[in-house]
């Protein structure tokens, strides 16, 4: 459920119409509703609530937009960052550093550093030399970092290729059978107190079963641990639950991942922490665009917009699916190509698709655009960074400049030797 809809045939976020928006920020833009976010985050939180004690780290990567974190921050989330780049925006969104997990396979020796003087909660360890890394900078600081060890389960998550992270062929982790070795290290190593566990099999999975899978395996390898004597408190389950992108599609509910857990979980005696990024975050935002011709094709008419793969990478990484529906609908519609104005074909949104009528100057949305949109933009083809607003009722407001490429342009050098 979203807060964009129809208003007297005109598509709104929340009580502001979009063309008010693109005719004051100009187009593309992305759309991000409060009161969605915060329904989200609340749905996600509750339906854990059935769990004795669960700890939210909301995965930044997802969207990392300043504002968004603070509303999440106000809802009681900590956060799950992946660079010292995340972790300063969490930390500057008033996240408290005891509820901020450092995950990432490549934190460097300044990253960790940094997360031990910050005094945040976990780090993630993703291998025994990190781990060993990061017990001789805490203990050179005087301090003791807690962590957990990241297990590569190899489950197959049954997602898109390039997002599947749990297969032991991924980068990710330690081998499973390796693991309870390297657990045993790392807890007899000073400057570290190694916790739990963690696993993160994959993302925009549309079935529990292999994070069920994953999660009793896992559990598994808790007990082994414990049975050699070491202490184990901290189980982080990852994030990775999809959600529909097209019309119709049927996902798993907050429920029901939270009652799978409570069933596979009920005897692990731990804190469960959880790093859900896409369900939080994915239907809280839209991507507006403007059509700027519709050009005739060998079969279908070429809908050319604003918005290209710079603003929304995941058509062209992932084939990913996002609805594309008018603003204005007009009642008609018709089957057309979506491409970007980017210089080579991967800049195309949909292929073939039946889509409402649009026009030269009409304004469309990019639906389910809320998490991996902004976040993954640049400025190829020399084109502005998208700016980013966020609606709350009848307000509104610019949350993230367009950069231009002026601004860009002048951030650049001409060495004295080609000058
Ligand atoms: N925790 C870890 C360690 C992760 O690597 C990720 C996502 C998450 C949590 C959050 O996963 P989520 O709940 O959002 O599925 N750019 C891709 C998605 C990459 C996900 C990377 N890791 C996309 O647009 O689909």
Redesign the pocket.
Known sequence: MDHFELNNGVLHAENVPLPLIAAEVGTPVYVYSRATLTRHARVFRDALGVLRNAKIAF?V??NPNLSVLKVLAAEGYGA?V?SGGEMERALAAGMAPDGIVF??VGKTAAEMRRGIEAGIGQF?LESEEEGLELAEIAASMGKVASAALRVNPDVDAGT?G??S?GKAENK?GVPFDRAAAIYARLAGTPGLNMRGLTL?I????SKLEPLEAAFTKVGGLMEEIRAAGYTVTHMDL?????VPYKTGEVFPQPEEYAAMVARVTGNWGVTLMF?????ITGNTGVLVTEVIRVKDGASNPWVVVDAAMNDL??PA??D?WHDFVAVEPKGETFTANIVGPICESSDTFAMARTIDKVERGDLAVFRTAG??GAT?ANTYNSRPLVPEVMVDGDNWAVVADRIDPATILAAERVPEWLA
Do not use: C, W
Request: hydrophobic share 35%.
């Open positions: 995965a990567k997802s799950d992946v995950s990432g993630n898109h390039k997002i992270t990710f993160h994959g993302s925009q999975l990852g994030g990775g639950i999809g790093e859900p990024g896409r369900v990478a995941r990484l992932y990913a998490a991996y993954m």
